[in-house]
């Protein structure tokens, strides 16, 4: 994080080589420091919806130009002085800072916040055919992506009418009706 001056309002000075000074009173103001105070959630993959919060994110301009997961650019879905709301874009597995630019040139860092997981895969699908009712198995690597649980799963484009248990590696769901 770059240095910063001390909060308030105050004047500019210029001062030459000779020695010559010209000067505006009251004509600058010291904002806080943005800073971030969580990236929620910490880790994720491609198309993951990430949450930071914090306190002076537009660092006195009108909108956050930039962010960054790891390296990684990702786009802007919100934004506002104490919350941005990105989605990953594609990185490789590896932890790195969250950094946040604004419109001003103003950032802030948090260092070490988000990790890049592997991209999820699915290896199976048991059974390949049925219909609603039908009991199917998932199974997968880093299925979750991060996440916790599951909003939405689909059959050939039909949404499940359950899911029976759910894990990083193995999703059961009872298959829609059409």
């Known amino acids: 994080q770059a240095a910063h001056g001390p909060v ?3 004047s500019v000075v210029l001062t030459s080589n000779t020695g010559s000074v010209v000067s505006r009173d009251n004509s600058w103001t010291y904002l806080s420091a943005s800073t971030i105070s969580s990236v929620s959630p910490s880790a ?3 198309g993951t919806r990430v949450t930071i919060n914090g306190t002076d994110l537009l660092g006195g301009g009108a909108t956050i130009l930039r962010v960054v997961l790891a390296g990684t650019p ?3 879905i919100s934004q506002s002085n104490t919350a941005v709301i990105v989605q990953a874009g594609f990185g490789s597995p590896q932890t790195g800072d969250v950094v946040i630019v604004a419109d001003t040139g103003a950032f802030c ?8 997981l592997r991209n999820s895969d699915i290896y199976s699908v048991s059974p390949q055919i049925g219909q609603g009712g039908s009991i199917v198995t998932i199974t997968g690597f880093q299925l979750l992506n991060g996440g916790g649980s599951f909003t939405s ?6 949404e499940v009418s359950r899911i029976v248990s759910q894990s990083s590696t193995q999703v059961v769901v009872v298959a829609g009706y059409s």
């Open 44 to 46: 994720g993959a491609l």
């Open 8 to 10: 308030g309002t105050g």
């Open 109 to 116: 860092t948090s260092n070490n916040s988000w990790t890049y």
């Open 153 to 158: 799963i689909r059959l050939a484009g039909v």
């Open 74 to 76: 990702a786009s802007i």
